[in-house]
Structure formats: structure tokens, C-alpha cells
């Protein structure tokens, strides 16, 4: 039985919600003993799960199974790559998560009702590690999207409670809703390298419809080396002459056509006028899928997905030449920030008018991008690798990333036109690493985030970052502090690359304990936020790890408002200070009389033993 997709989550007592889970689909067939284990096209999982086959075994029913395969990663969710690539991965968890059941020791349940079914699979699943059931929630579709969305799963599923279970239909009884907007396409072609890129620089992807395919976009982004390889090898087979495209499709580099057969996961963040993707990014192979499992898509014009504002703007591309380098600037007119009526190009323009008090912010520190293109209401997404779409002005570093074990290509944000490239794929706020490339385990700073719960006033977190302070001034340590451009505030020590990661965040965790200890009535260094409620300010120790990132200084925040992360006088850190007294439209203003008076942040570090032995 398959679902159908919905753009909103809604509430309805006769429905019930669900994890999306991302994975395999998988149905599980035991009769005496025997289990088949497999795919949506039949494949057998039967040898490549044998944990899970051998779990099913031990299952004492005759029963039909319907669940999704999964391997749990460090963070504690689904992983699909991980799952892709199980036999490096066997240290992770593997589960097969199970939601409904068709069949029991010789009865049909397909006309119960799925609650019905849902209460007989529980009492048959017993606690198991590999084996589980997936719970669900009635009525709150709403809630329950959101927490998913706060923990960057997948989506969720709606389903009718009384719904009965119908194969192979797809069916508005069940729905899926994705937090992050993606779409299977078919892959009709590769691009040729670039640089140093080994096996491809772009998949060539196309869409379904009744003429046969439609050129949908292409990307380079998402893939690490070992999956460019992966991918080329499962390509190569299939090279042809023929386009399988009615139309003329323009790439940067020339095309190798191949026979439709593969299917791929595509993240993208809506359909543009023309149908194509904007901003692409590779998921995963689909080879549990084939071309008949991909529905005809009419693709939706962009102005269906985002808000009534833009609709009205128009497309507005133009060239902003930098020197002697040359920036693609696209739909300039676009609306980001609706309340305050602020486009795109004014980003832009922001920008390039504070770059130089920004750039020495930025200057050799791989970037974390956190890219909102439909503007400040849409919640936007993280991505690390440059891709091979960045040009060739971009400067790029490869960095290992052992949570993610593999190679991330960082963009280097060192100069005006890759700050106007990183605008214009939607960065809002730009987030550099604490540490440089020249030394990416050496600090050039500490940083500790004064991070309000809902229930705390401003008035407490001045109170806080005052009270940092006085400890710092008293350990002989210069302290700087900015607005986070939404509720905080930043304390930064000076470090000048002398210490590793460890006795830094060390050193914070201890500041963070001496004010935590002053002012416990409304601070908390519990992580935890059901944990610690929402009356109390966190104390976060844990900026000060390699790859963590935070806004940078002169940073906007996608926020109404468009506050900006702005560098502070102690003196004015003081009752009656508001972050939104800063933003877009004063801040220029405010560093021509201020200068800036961030820059110690860069300067003569501290030296963490004598703050330590008077502190003492």
C-alpha cells in the first residue's frame, strides 16, 4: 500500500501519525519457520540483513510484515547512506521498524481496520533490538511534524485510522509529509570532470511525463568520492548517442547520454517557472526502485511553493562583476524577508557593502552554508560540500568529517565574490569554523552562547553575559561579546590558535560552571531541552569543537527584522539593550562611527593557566 504526498500537516482525530522512516520498504514473510525478507520489486533483503532475517526467524506466528529497514547512526536517526552501504557500517544499529501486518497464522487482517492491525502487531512484537514496532501518535499531526522537523528527520505519515490495507495502491488514506522537499527522478546522463573531481561532475536527471522524459535539472552535489565512483561504475554500461530529450539541454560540460534505468533521491527547494529543480542536491541511489514505480510529475511552477509576496516578484538575473571576476546573480527581486519587504539583492547588497568589517571573520575558515532560498519562513537547510556546480573563483578545502566519515569539500569564504556566491544560493547568515585551515585544530577563539528558553527575559541573559564578564575580568582575560541577532548573546575569548579544541571547550565548560553556580535560578548547563525545561538559559560549553559553527560576526539572521549578529561595548550590554535595535538598516551606520570593535577577537590570545591560577 503506498501513500500519496501533501504539502501541510494538519490535526484530525480520525488520523494517526508516524515516523517517516528513511530506509528500505520491506516486506517480511514467515510461514513455518521460513522468511522471506524483501523489496517493494520483490529483491531478497533475505542475505543482505542477515541480522534481521535471522531475528524474523525467531517470530513464533505464520505472518506477513510491512515495515522499512533502517540503520540508526550516531545521532540517533535513520541513516539511508549508511544503510546503502551496510557492510561498512555494521557497527551502527540495523532495525526493521514494523507499522502494519497483513496476514496472521492463517487469517487476512487487510480488512481490519490499520488501528486494529496496529493493536494485534503490537502485542506480537516483543521488546527486541532489531525487530521493533513503530509507534505512533492520533490525532496531533501538527505537534508531531514539528518535532520532526526540530530533530531533522525525514517527515512524517498520516494514515487514516480506519483505514483497511489495500496492495499496491497508492491511496489518500495514507500521506506522506516531508520536512525536507525531495523527488525520485530518473538519471539519463552524466557530465564530464572538472578539476581534480574524479568519474562525473553532474548527473543529468530527468522526470516522467507523457511524452516521455523531461529534462529536470542537473547536480554535483551530495556525492563523496567513493560514490562518484559507485555511481560512474553503474553508469558507464549504459553510455548511448541519443538524448532521450526532445529539447536542447544546455550543461557547463559535455554530456555522456545513458539508458534510463537508474533512479535516484533528489533534495531540492522548489520547481522552478520552467520545471526544473532549484538547487539540487544528490540523496541516494532508488535501486529499489524502477522507472514503473516513478510516477508521471507535472512539475510545479516555483510560484505554487513559496509565498504570495514572491508570486508577484518577477525573475530578475543579472552579472555583478567583481574586479575582474564575474557573479551569476538569479532572481534578485525575490522576497526574504516579507515584513520587512527585504529582497534577495538586498542581501547581496548588504553583504558587499560590510565585507571588508566580515571578511577577516571569514578568511580561511571552512563555511558551514545554512541556505534559506525562499526566504526567512521557509526552514531551510545545511549543506557542507561545495559541489561541482561552485565556479571556479570559489576557493574549496577537503576536510575529513568523522562524523559523516567522509571527505567534506568546504567552501573558503576569503573575498567579496564568493561572499556574493554564498548570498545568492540563499545564505542568510553565514557560519565559519572557529579554526582556520592553516591550523583547523588550534581556535582562534572561545566561544561560549548565552541561549535563552522561551520563558527567560533579556534582562537575564544582559544579567548572564555580565556576569561572564566579571569572572573573565577577574582571570585577566579580555572578553567580547555580540548579539546572536535573535534572543542571545556571545561571549568570545581570545585564543590566537595556542591551544587544541579539548582544554578550550574544557576552559569554557569551567566559566560556564562558575556562572551557572552564581546564577542558579534561571541558567542550566543541562543540554537536554525537555530536560531543562523552558524557564532556564543554557550555558553552551560545546561551540568549542572542531567543525561546530556559529553565526559570525555582522552576520544577518533569518529572522523578522533581518537583526544582524552585532559585535557589542561592554558598556552597552546593560538594561535596556534589545537585539533588535540592530539590523540590516542601521548597522553600516553604526561600524563608520564605532569602527570595528570585535577585531581583539583576532588578536593575542589568553593564556588559560594564569586565568586558571587566578581564578583560584
Not at 510461514?31 to 543482505?48: D, M, Q, W
Not at 516522467?208 to 558507464?236: C, I, P, R
Amino acid at each position: 500500500m503506498l501513500a500519496k504526498e501533501t504539502d501541510k500537516p494538519f490535526d484530525d482525530k480520525n488520523w494517526l501519525f508516524e515516523i517517516k522512516w528513511d530506509g528500505y520498504r520491506a516486506i517480511a514473510e514467515i510461514k513455518k519457520g521460513t522468511v522471506e525478507l524483501y523489496s517493494r520489486n520483490g529483491i531478497s533483503f533475505n542475505y543482505a540483513y542477515p541480522l534481521i532475517y535471522s531475528e524474523l526467524k525467531k517470530l513464533k506466528h505464520d505472518i506477513v510484515l510491512d515495515g522499512e529497514i533502517v540503520v540508526i547512526n550516531e545521532k540517533g536517526k535513520s541513516d539511508f547512506q549508511k544503510l546503502q552501504h551496510y557492510e561498512d557500517n555494521t557497527r551502527f544499529p540495523i532495525c526493521y521498524y514494523v507499522f502494519d501486518m497483513l496476514f496472521l497464522d492463517g487469517h487476512k487482517t487487510t480488512g481490519l481496520t490499520l488501528l486494529q492491525r496496529k493493536e494485534l502487531l503490537k502485542k506480537l512484537i516483543k521488546k527486541n533490538a532489531v525487530i521493533k514496532y513503530s509507534e505512533h501518535v492520533l490525532s496531533k499531526g501538527i505537534a508531531f511534524f514539528n518535532a520532526a522537523k526540530k530533530n531533522d528527520l525525514e517527515g512524517i505519515m498520516a494514515k487514516k485510522a480506519c483505514s483497511e490495507y489495500f496492495a499496491g495502491t497508492r491511496t489518500s488514506e495514507w500521506l506522506k509529509i516531508k520536512y525536507h522537499k525531495s523527488t525520485e527522478v530518473v538519471i539519463v546522463g552524466y557530465t564530464k570532470p572538472t578539476g581534480a573531481r574524479p568519474y562525473f561532475g553532474a548527473l543529468v536527471l530527468a522526470v516522467k511525463n507523457a511524452n516521455g522524459f523531461k529534462y529536470a535539472g542537473h547536480t554535483g552535489s551530495g556525492f563523496t568520492d567513493k560514490l562518484l565512483k559507485e555511481v560512474y561504475q553503474k553508469l558507464k554500461p549504459l553510455a548511448t548517442k541519443n538524448s532521450p530529450f526532445k529539447e536542447i539541454v544546455k550543461t557547463n560540460m559535455p554530456v555522456t547520454w545513458v539508458k534510463p534505468k537508474y533512479i535516484c533521491e533528489i533534495k531540492f527547494t522548489e520547481w522552478t517557472n520552467d520545471g526544473k529543480m532549484r538547487h539540487p542536491i544528490f540523496l541516494r541511489m532508488r535501486e529499489d526502485k524502477t522507472i514503473k514505480d516513478i510516477p508521471m510529475i507535472k512539475a510545479t511552477s516555483a510560484k505554487t511553493n513559496v509565498s504570495s509576496t514572491n508570486d508577484m516578484a518577477k525573475e530578475n538575473d543579472q552579472d555583478l562583476m567583481i574586479g575582474k571576476t564575474k557573479v551569476k546573480l538569479t532572481n534578485q527581486n525575490k522576497i526574504y524577508f516579507p515584513e520587512d519587504k527585504i529582497t534577495k539583492g538586498m542581501l547581496v547588497d548588504y553583504y558587499q557593502q560590510m565585507s571588508a568589517y566580515i571578511l577577516p571573520y571569514l578568511k580561511d575558515r571552512p563555511e558551514s552554508l545554512k541556505r534559506n532560498p525562499n526566504g526567512i519562513h521557509d526552514s531551510g537547510f545545511f549543506h557542507k560540500d561545495a559541489g561541482e556546480d561552485a565556479p571556479g573563483f570559489v576557493k574549496r578545502r577537503k576536510i575529513f568529517s568523522e562524523s559523516a566519515n567522509k571527505d567534506i569539500d568546504y567552501i573558503i569564504c576569503n573575498n567579496k565574490a564568493t561572499l556574493a556566491y554564498l548570498n545568492n544560493l540563499g545564505c542568510i547568515e553565514i557560519n565559519p569554523w572557529n579554526s582556520t585551515i592553516k591550523n583547523l585544530d588550534k581556535p582562534d577563539y572561545l566561544i561560549i552562547d548565552i541561549d535563552p528558553s522561551e520563558k527567560n527575559s533579556f534582562e537575564q541573559v544582559i544579567e548572564t553575559a555580565i556576569a561572564f564578564n566579571k569572572i573573565l575580568d577577574k582571570a585577566g582575560a579580555t572578553a567580547f561579546c555580540k548579539t546572536s541577532g535573535a534572543t542571545g548573546l556571545h561571549i568570545y575569548v581570545p585564543m590566537d590558535k595556542k591551544y587544541l579544541y579539548e582544554p578550550v571547550k574544557d576552559f569554557a565548560q569551567f566559566l560556564c560552571t562558575m556562572v551557572n553556580e552564581s546564577l542558579p535560578d534561571f541558567t542550566t548547563m543541562e543540554r537536554n531541552l525537555a530536560k531543562r525545561g523552558n524557564k532556564k538559559i543554557y550555558l553552551d560549553y560545546l561551540q568549542n569543537r572542531r567543525g561546530q559553527t556559529i553565526a559570525a560576526p555582522y552576520s544577518l539572521r533569518p529572522e523578522i527584522g533581518a537583526t544582524v549578529s552585532t559585535p557589542l561595548s561592554w558598556k552597552e550590554v546593560k538594561i535596556g539593550l534589545h537585539p533588535g535595535d540592530f539590523t540590516i538598516k542601521n548597522i553600516l551606520s553604526r561600524v563608520k562611527k564605532t569602527g570595528d570593535i570585535f577585531k581583539g577577537v583576532l588578536q593575542k590570545g589568553v593564556d588559560i593557566q594564569q586565568c586558571l591560577n587566578k581564578l583560584s
